[in-house]
């Protein structure tokens, strides 16, 4: 598993859960935060999944 630097800190992020906001939607997804400045963020591939769930929802009505 890859492992995240923080890049202002050089610190390791920790592995949290961060509340996502699309498209009206409100869901947990697992993402990473920095222990020292507390900036959150997701992995490239959670976001890539998360909009394309939403997005097929969506195309469904
Ligand atoms: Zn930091």
Do not use: F, N
Request: net charge negative; proline share 3%; charged share 30%.
């Amino acid at each position: 598993m890859t492992e995240w630097y923080c890049y202002k800190d050089k610190v390791q992020m920790l592995d949290t859960k961060i509340t996502l906001s699309y498209m009206q939607m409100v869901q947990e997804v697992p993402g990473i935060q920095c222990p020292k400045c507390g900036a959150a963020y997701l992995s490239e591939k959670v976001v890539r999944t998360v909009v394309r769930a939403a997005e097929e929802l969506i195309e469904e009505k």
